[in-house]
């Protein structure tokens, strides 16, 4: 079955470091790749995604790209701030419509 | 973007008594629409998935008569909770698809349920 895998958590910086937080995922099909951010005590924001091999999908200062050879959607930001602390989930879709697979989720903390 | 929009955002419930919980997409129509349920520091766990005018899919666990799901319109789907108990309690999302190829999925602001 599907599946989706995050780098274990909290990760804490520093305001202006370079943020990175791995996801992997396994797929039968071609799945469509989705960031996704929890602010505390609400629901999910979509941060960006991407829905086919070598996209790149940004916003923010947000950035991941879709790799398919390595299974890849690594979620990357050049200078965090303060703002940007939060949950971070990765997530794919099989089809279009169907039911998100969720990974484990990512605490960001950006200290100033 | 598109809005989802929950509603309670908190509740309060006795033991026993049933509870519902309101998820409106506000400006498209949501053919599908995802129920999920999330515990402190953990990820979100589908509960159901719902398609207007038919019954919901249940994922394996859930029961489907404690958590009645309802999708009357293309923009209203509900959770009602029925004898609540404590252990019932936590941070229920619901999203909704927006249709067509875009292949996105918008969520709701999530309502807190607690069960005393």
């Known amino acids: 079955g599907n599946s989706v895998t995050q780098m274990e958590g909290p990760v804490t910086l520093s305001e202006e470091a370079f943020l990175t937080i791995n996801c992997t995922y396994t797929?039968?099909?071609?799945?469509?790749l989705f960031w996704y951010v929890q602010y505390p005590g609400e629901g999910l924001q979509l941060l960006l995604k991407a829905t086919k091999a070598d996209d790149k999908g940004s916003n923010k200062g947000f950035e991941a790209t879709y790799r398919k050879e390595t299974t890849s959607f690594h979620l990357e930001k050049g200078s965090v701030q303060v703002s940007d602390s939060a949950v971070y989930f990765c997530?794919?879709?099989?089809?279009?419509?169907?039911?998100?697979?969720f990974g484990e989720g990512t605490q960001l903390t950006v200290n100033p | 973007g598109a809005v989802v929009s929950q509603h309670p955002s908190w509740v309060i419930c006795k033991s026993g008594t049933s509870v519902k919980i309101e998820c409106r997409s506000l400006d498209f129509q949501a053919t599908t629409m995802f129920w999920y349920r999330q515990f402190p520091k953990q990820s979100l766990m589908l509960m159901a998935t719902?398609?207007?005018?038919?019954?919901?899919?249940?994922e394996q666990g859930v029961e489907k008569d404690k958590f009645l799901i309802n999708h009357a319109s293309l923009t209203l789907s509900t959770l009602t909770v029925t004898s609540a108990h404590p252990e019932d309690s936590s941070f229920y999302i619901c999203?909704?698809?927006?249709?067509?190829?875009?292949?996105?999925?918008?969520f709701g602001e999530g309502s807190w349920l607690t069960v005393v």
């Open positions: 999203s909704a698809w927006t249709g067509g190829t875009g292949n996105t999925i918008y």
């Open positions: 719902s398609n207007e005018g038919s019954k919901a899919t249940y």
């Open positions: 997530a794919l879709q099989e089809t279009s419509g169907s039911r998100l697979t």
């Open positions: 797929a039968t099909g071609y799945p469509s």
